[in-house]
């Protein structure tokens, strides 16, 4: 596919930028990374209004060219680097139109850089509501660019960018209004000639940055180093010299452009929610209470499609056992594969519904609240504010959450993010507490109101937060580092949600888990059902020799042989055998082998105890059992004891042991990746399991 031009969008954080990308894109875009580097790197294609095909970059969200992290550091990696397969033909440099000033000192800084640019107006229509009139045609005046406005969340302007980009000629955007030279002359003109470039603000980058510039050799990077030192190059004093220079000339090219009418009503309302919302008090409370509520609604709403859906697959089995022909493959198919995808796709309403309440948060604004609140508490225990964005998103996944802590910039609150992120129950757990909760917490309403189900889910979570709260005080007292810790945030305005985006998310993280999780299940299923149902030597032709009088016997019924002969072949199966050989470690836990099993799979992922319950059980049930798997596991009874083997302790012990344990090996990959080397992964992935083993232990012997 021959592409006519590259088109680079830039912008802070909040401004809308990736909002804008799935406009011009739609669904035809893809995630990889920067060379390198791995930040992800979100490309897609657009067609002009004169049929031209564009590639649009997003490059990741700074508030201005000077780096406070790697992702913002690839914003001048890509623009200064001609070579760069990123390289835009045309910048999109996207500002919040409600917020001009702190928004142009972004745009000023790479129009300086002389590559052609459009600065596009987002949320006009918000800021038009909140009293803010802009002068567009006399701001492209003064700035010697093409001014749009749009409103990407409801696409309003769209058609106009694309007809601006298409009218876009190659000649570089040269403002140079701010005349960078005078900051340090000899270091800049030195620059210039060694890189032959008449770039006043690129020589200057280069001096403050060169150090992330891949495209320079070792002595080139010495030899700028060397510039930087004959010169006495002082980076931190020249860029607060360079950011007041830069706002005082776009005081003056704002003046009489834009015009405030509402400005003392212009935030009330905002103001008003905030002063409730972030209250030192009951801002906790409310947040606590929605927190309920999004529990307590995943038990609620999710009851009935989660029960056509277990009906279905049991419905499948049922059917496929009485026409398909016997033999070792529909075994395989129903007993195997089929089961152990049940186990999963019956967790999609409330995979669906969570992520539809984090959604709505997120589109609300709210979410940056909690991150706001949640600041002074992460002080305490050695994080900031910024460790609150991956632990809560910790809350779907952890491997996303991990990559997103390296937005802060202080290595020691980053490494304490990373080690205690998994301990935020995500959306993989969820599962696993939802069998449980079901199979030991009784579906009844206390006071009327609280499901003590939706309440347990809840307690489960608050477990996890607390945890991973305790363990970052512990890490603040036993890593050293000099360095300070600073959280600034930008707090959006309150929105109402856009509810078609509501439910892409729904759709697309439902996807996501069912094709991840079922990749997994689905090749444990079959290696499960393939070890449980063969074992060594003659061992099954003698439970069947054993068994062969009974079923030999017509005039009795036959079931219950049957299944008394599964449940032995079980035993001795491969799956069996492995499962009693770990079984001493874990009985005190209160755990039987076929739990041990489950923990053993679950370490590809969580949610694959699941299906490996359903697979165990599955073969264990025999053909003629069409119980569901939820019924099995109820009625199941240990041997030895001849209580049930799911009871409320060993329900608690085990939950437990999931809310702590790692047991995900995306995970141990993804901290070894940002840690580069293994020692911060096996650090956590020994404190975790033996945190999990002990706290299961405490619970069991204490409840039991």
């Not at 109101?449 to 007292?477: D, E, P, R, T």
């Not at 061992?539 to 042989?561: G, Q, S, V």
């Not at 060993?650 to 939950?655: E, F, K, N, R, V």
Request: charged share 15%; net charge neutral; proline share 4%.
């Amino acid at each position: 596919m021959g592409l006519d031009i590259k088109v680079a969008l830039v912008g802070n954080p909040n401004t809308g930028k990736s909002t804008l990308f799935n406009r011009l894109t739609g669904l035809n875009q893809k995630i990889g990374n920067f060379p390198g580097i791995t930040v992800d790197k979100k490309t897609g294609f657009m067609k002009l209004p004169d049929g031209k095909e564009a590639e649009v970059i997003d490059l990741p969200g700074t508030y201005s060219l000077y780096p406070k992290s790697n992702d913002e550091s690839i914003v001048f990696q890509v623009l200064a680097d001609k070579t760069n397969s990123s390289f835009p033909d045309v910048i999109v440099l996207i500002a919040d139109a409600s917020n001009l000033k702190r928004n142009l000192l972004l745009f000023s800084q790479v129009a300086d850089l002389g590559i052609p640019m459009i600065l596009v107006l987002n949320m006009i229509d918000l800021s038009e509501k909140q009293g803010t009139k802009i002068n567009l045609i006399e701001l492209a005046q003064r700035l010697g660019v093409q001014v749009v406005s749009i409103s990407a969340r409801n696409n309003i302007g769209i058609d106009k960018l694309k007809q601006a980009i298409t009218n876009m000629n190659k000649v570089a955007t040269q403002l140079q209004d701010v005349d960078v030279n005078v900051l340090a002359p000899e270091a800049i003109n030195a620059i210039k000639s060694k890189l032959n470039t008449d770039n006043d603000y690129y020589a200057l980058q280069v001096l403050h940055q060169h150090e992330y510039l891949g495209f320079f050799t070792q002595q080139e990077q010495n030899e700028i180093e060397e510039i930087e030192q004959a010169h006495h190059f002082e980076s931190s004093k020249i860029q607060a010299a360079e950011t007041i220079a830069r706002y005082k000339h776009l005081g003056s090219v704002l003046s009489g452009v834009v015009t405030e009418t509402k400005t003392t009503e212009k935030f009330a309302t905002n103001n008003k929610l905030d002063a409730i919302l972030t209250h030192k008090v009951w801002g906790f409370a409310i947040f606590l209470f929605i927190l309920f509520n999004i529990f307590n609604a995943i038990f609620a709403w999710s009851t009935y499609p989660m029960a056509w859906i277990e009906s279905g697959f049991s419905f499948v089995t049922e059917v496929g056992h009485n026409y398909l022909p016997q033999g070792m493959l529909t075994d395989l198919v129903l007993d195997g594969v089929i089961a152990g995808l049940g186990g999963i796709f019956i967790f999609i309403p409330q995979i669906a519904i969570l992520f539809a309440f984090i959604s709505v948060l997120e589109d609300t604004g709210y979410m940056a609240r909690v991150t706001f609140m949640m600041d002074k508490i992460m002080s305490k225990v050695g994080l900031n504010g910024k460790s609150v964005v991956p632990m809560i998103g910790g809350l779907a996944c952890a491997v996303p959450s991990i990559m997103a802590a390296r937005n802060i910039e202080n290595w020691k609150d980053r490494i304490i993010t990373i080690m205690v992120t998994p301990l935020i129950s995500c959306s993989a757990r969820l599962p696993v507490y939802i069998l449980i909760i079901s199979l030991i917490i009784p579906s009844q309403k206390v006071l009327g109101i609280f499901n003590l189900q939706g309440l347990a889910l809840m307690v489960m979570y608050l477990v996890g937060i607390i945890a991973a709260v305790l363990v970052a005080l512990v890490m603040k007292f036993i890593i050293k580092t000099k360095e300070r810790a600073y959280f600034i945030m930008e707090l959006p305005i309150y929105r109402m949600p856009r509810w078609k985006n509501v439910l892409f998310t729904m759709y697309e993280k439902s996807k996501t888990f069912v094709f991840e999780a079922g990749k997994v299940i689905i090749a444990i299923s079959i290696i499960l059902w393939v070890m449980a149902s063969f074992g060594p030597g003659n061992r099954f032709e003698n439970i069947e020799k054993k068994y062969a009088p009974a079923l030999a016997d017509t005039t009795k019924p036959t079931t219950h042989i049957e299944t008394l002969m599964a449940s032995e072949k079980l035993e001795n199966s491969y799956v069996g055998i492995l499962g009693h050989w770990i079984e001493p470690a874990i009985r005190p836990l209160g755990y039987d082998w076929k739990i041990g099993i489950g923990l053993i799979t679950s370490f590809a992922a969580r949610e694959a105890f699941v299906g490996t319950m359903a697979t165990i059980y599955s073969v264990d049930g025999g053909d003629e059992d069409t119980s569901t798997i939820r019924e099995r596991m109820a009625s199941s009874v240990n041997n030895q004891t001849g209580l049930p083997v799911y009871s409320f302790a060993t329900g608690i012990s085990l939950m437990l042991f999931y809310a702590f344990a790692m047991q995900c090996m995306s995970t141990v990959a993804i901290v070894y990746r940002e840690t580069k080397g293994w020692k911060w992964p096996i650090i956590q992935l020994v404190y975790m399991t033996a945190m999990a083993y002990v706290a299961a232990l405490i619970a069991y012997q204490l409840l039991k």
